[in-house]
């Protein structure tokens, strides 16, 4: 007999996220929970939804003025100067939203807490900043590369996040013209182990590693990521042009990791964008590429 209780659906996701399923079943089966479960607004706690009305509102109205949010984020690298990364600017990165308030919420819910009902209000947020950081790099020809997650995670979500919401724009025809998506950057498992600050590791066993990476500074949270990803061998993505793509930009430190293992299999990375960032500029929310 089949479990149509609450607590038995739930159970019954739960056991279906941990499995290693493809990842849109996973999402499926996470939305249906989702659907047939009591729900709140993820913001507010208004009954009935995952996301009220008003606060949707809220969300859609913050993604839409993206800004370039590279000079709050201190361990990227260098720009693209002539085929050389350069140390007089920064790697540009391009936020739909500033990731706080209800904005940050919905980012955490749907990552983290099964709500991938959610997508549909971040899908459009992310492509709005893909076409208008594709248009800046020159899209002609570029790859978008999301950052990729770990199998743990995916394990335990039973999605990937990013993929998911890549994945729906792909298949809707909605990424930018002349753009495709590729995962040419994989995580290394010797890299991941022997690189990892000890904070970092400590944490990891004990469930803490996202707070971990808040609390290191500046060099632990360098060597937290170092080495722990790979796009090829030397010279194997030469010619490539490519954006980096991830959730939230907060130091930095992951997207700079990507552009390094894009770099060294000899790709060009143009840049990075983002649904959000950890901090607004300090004037102008329609700053320019490379503005303050």
Do not use: F
Not at 119 to 129: E, S
């Amino acid at each position: 007999m089949v479990d149509l209780s609450a607590s038995g659906l739930g159970r019954a996701a739960d056991r279906c996220r941990l499995q290693p399923l493809p990842a849109a079943m996973g999402a499926a089966v996470a939305e249906l929970a989702a659907a047939l479960l009591p729900t709140s607004c993820v913001v507010c706690g208004a009954a009935d939804s995952s996301l009220c009305p008003r606060c949707r509102r809220a969300v859609r109205r913050s993604g839409t003025h993206p800004w370039y949010a590279q000079d709050a984020a201190e361990l990227l690298p260098g720009a693209e100067t002539d085929g050389d990364s350069s140390a007089d600017s920064v790697l540009p990165v391009l936020a739909a939203g500033r990731y706080a308030g209800s904005l940050a919420r919905v980012v955490l819910a749907y990552k983290n807490h099964g709500h991938t009902d959610l997508a549909a209000v971040l899908r459009p947020m992310l492509a709005g900043v893909l076409h208008q950081a594709a248009a800046d790099a020159g899209r002609r020809g570029l790859v978008l590369v999301p950052v990729p997650g770990t199998r743990r995670a995916l394990q335990r979500r039973g999605y990937s996040p990013l993929g998911l919401l890549l994945g729906s724009l792909q298949a809707s025809g909605l990424l930018p013209a002349q753009t495709t998506v590729k995962p040419l950057v994989r995580l290394s498992g010797a890299g991941l182990r022997s690189r990892l600050h000890p904070e970092a590791l400590s944490a990891a066993v004990s469930g803490r590693a996202s707070s971990s990476q808040k609390n290191l500074g500046r060099r632990g949270r360098r060597t937290n990521v170092y080495g722990t990803m790979t796009a090829g061998n030397p010279g194997s993505l030469a010619g490539i042009r490519t954006l980096v793509v991830d959730d939230v930009l907060t130091t930095g430190s992951t997207i700079a990791e990507a552009a390094r293992a894009l770099r060294a299999a000899g790709a060009r990375v143009e840049g990075a964008a983002v649904i959000a960032a950890t901090a607004a500029p300090a004037s102008d929310a329609n700053n320019t590429k490379g503005g303050a």
